[in-house]
């Protein structure tokens, strides 16, 4: 239910994330970040890099990636949502994009709908896949603030 092989369940409250060094890194870093100002993410444990010694559970072959370990965040992504949940992760969503966007952060393809994790249960969306966000001037965020007034639209995906 998680989309590629590179995200594999540790145990009922733990995934780790494959990749490579830079984007593991720079997830981690940033996610780390987010989490530490308030932003609605996964906690991110640690992260691990390649080792022959240890064995893949998936695969029953050698760890050859780099891996984030983080908190399992329950339930789907925006774009398979009912209209009935749509409408408040929406709204939480766009809570969240402002507040990263305050901290001084573009959110790189967070408006896709398949970049945030809403909970139904707790009715509490979850921002995830951060590698490629980043710092940037002023200018910048502005222009990004201009963009996220068009995805006010509660259909805009």
Same mark, same amino acid.
């Given at each position: 239910?998680?989309?590629?092989?590179?995200?594999?369940?540790?145990?009922?409250?733990?995934?780790?994330?494959?990749?490579?060094?830079?984007?593991?890194?720079?997830?981690?870093?940033?996610?780390?970040?987010?989490?530490?100002?308030?932003?609605?993410?996964?906690?991110?444990?640690?992260?691990?890099?390649? *080792?022959?010694? #240890?064995? !893949?559970?998936?695969?029953?072959?050698?760890?050859? $990636?780099?891996? @984030?370990?983080? +908190?399992?965040?329950?339930?789907?992504?925006?774009?398979?949502?009912?209209?009935?949940?749509?409408?408040?992760?929406?709204?939480?969503?766009?809570?969240?994009?402002?507040?990263?966007?305050?901290?001084?952060?573009?959110?790189?393809?967070? *408006?896709?709908? #398949?970049? !945030?994790?809403?909970?139904?249960?707790?009715?509490? $969306?979850?921002? @995830?896949?951060? +590698?490629?966000?980043?710092?940037?001037?002023?200018?910048?965020?502005?222009?990004?603030?201009?963009?996220?007034?068009?995805?006010?639209?509660?259909?805009?995906?």
């Amino acid at each position: 239910t998680y989309g590629k092989w590179s995200i594999l369940e540790v145990d009922r409250h733990t995934l780790a994330k494959a990749g490579d060094e830079y984007s593991i890194k720079a997830e981690y870093q940033m996610g780390r970040f987010l989490y530490e100002n308030d932003i609605s993410v996964p906690e991110f444990y640690a992260y691990a890099y390649p *080792n022959v010694s #240890l064995e !893949s559970p998936e695969f029953g072959q050698p760890l050859r $990636l780099w891996y @984030i370990l983080m +908190e399992k965040i329950p339930g789907p992504v925006i774009a398979n949502l009912d209209i009935y949940n749509l409408i408040p992760a929406r709204e939480q969503f766009m809570e969240e994009v402002k507040k990263v966007i305050n901290i001084g952060i573009i959110p790189i393809e967070a *408006n896709y709908g #398949l970049n !945030s994790i809403f909970d139904k249960e707790k009715q509490k $969306l979850t921002l @995830i896949d951060f +590698e490629c966000w980043e710092e940037r001037s002023k200018h910048e965020l502005l222009s990004w603030c201009k963009r996220i007034e068009k995805m006010q639209n509660p259909f805009y995906i």
